[in-house]
């Protein structure tokens, strides 16, 4: 006779957790083992199971399990930016929806005049304000800085005619004089400030601070200037 305790031992010889559907031996049909009984036995394997050292998962820790995956997978994606920095004008881009997007500066355009000045008082501006005030403070706003990155005197000769601020000779490399500031800047602390002022910008318009971003570099850049 098909009994519960029949049930009981099928279960546990086949090692079926759950509900179990066990095949009747003597009429051949399905039979479904009662609820009381699938609790029992769960309880028995899962005793059992714990025993030998075997994880057993109920709802509970289920649900735990559940949580510490949706801890585990919050991750906050970082924002990282393309600057393509050229010698007049810089532009800055960013991913949005799966496309790269040019992100407008603050005062609304999508490129950046790389050009820097310092005020008589100090001040230093950066983008579009900077070359306005050019003409009457030629020699305190620097523009083409990237032409004298990681070049010698010798090397710029040319170009150092072209400008109206003054080149400077140091052991190593270029410096720029800027007489309102009172000391010298390297090109690379110039282009500096562009790139600062194009994450600046990037990151209000995002949304989200910029701490990363992939530089263009031109193909003709040596080793030095790279």
Do not use: W
């Given at each position: 006779?098909?009994?519960?305790?029949?049930?009981?031992?099928?279960?546990?010889?086949?090692?079926?957790?759950?509900?179990?559907?066990?095949?009747?031996?003597?009429e051949?049909?399905?039979?479904?083992?009662?609820?009381?009984?699938?609790?029992?036995?769960?309880?028995s394997?899962?005793?059992?199971?714990?025993?030998?050292?075997?994880?057993?998962?109920?709802?509970?820790?289920?649900?735990?399990?559940?949580?510490?995956?949706?801890a585990a997978?919050?991750?906050?994606?970082?924002?990282?930016?393309?600057?393509?920095?050229?010698?007049?004008?810089?532009?800055?881009?960013?991913?949005?929806?799966?496309?790269?997007?040019?992100?407008?500066?603050?005062?609304?355009?999508?490129?950046?005049?790389?050009?820097?000045?310092?005020?008589?008082?100090?001040?230093?501006?950066v983008?579009q304000?900077?070359?306005?005030?050019?003409v009457?403070?030629?020699?305190?706003?620097?523009?083409?800085?990237?032409?004298?990155?990681g070049?010698?005197?010798?090397?710029?000769?040319?170009?150092?005619?072209?400008?109206?601020?003054?080149?400077?000779?140091?052991?190593?490399?270029?410096?720029?004089?800027?007489?309102?500031?009172g000391?010298?800047?390297?090109p690379?602390?110039?282009?500096?400030l562009?790139?600062?002022?194009?994450?600046?910008?990037a990151?209000k318009?995002?949304?989200?601070?910029?701490?990363?971003?992939?530089?263009?570099?031109?193909?003709?850049?040596?080793?030095?200037?790279?």
């Open positions: 006779q098909f009994t519960a305790a029949n049930a009981q031992a099928l279960v546990q010889q086949h090692s079926l957790i759950g509900r179990q559907t066990l095949r009747c031996p003597r051949g049909r399905q039979a479904r083992a009662p609820k009381t009984m699938q609790t029992s036995m769960q309880r394997l899962g005793s059992r199971a714990s025993a030998r050292g075997a994880p057993v998962v109920g709802k509970a820790s289920g649900r735990m399990n559940t949580a510490s995956r949706t997978m919050n991750i906050r994606a970082e924002k990282v930016v393309g600057i393509d920095l050229g010698t007049t004008n810089s532009a800055v881009a960013a991913m949005e929806g799966g496309k790269p997007t040019i992100i407008t500066n603050a005062e609304g355009g999508r490129t950046t005049p790389s050009v820097v000045a310092f005020t008589k008082t100090g001040d230093r501006l983008g304000i900077a070359k306005r005030q050019a009457v403070n030629a020699e305190n706003t620097f523009f083409s800085v990237k032409r004298f990155i070049r010698k005197v010798e090397e710029v000769k040319e170009e150092s005619k072209q400008i109206p601020y003054q080149v400077v000779e140091t052991t190593d490399a270029v410096k720029i004089k800027c007489p309102n500031a000391k010298d800047f390297s690379e602390e110039i282009s500096a562009v790139l600062r002022k194009l994450a600046d910008d990151a318009f995002l949304g989200d601070s910029v701490n990363k971003a992939v530089v263009t570099v031109p193909a003709y850049f040596n080793d030095s200037q790279r």
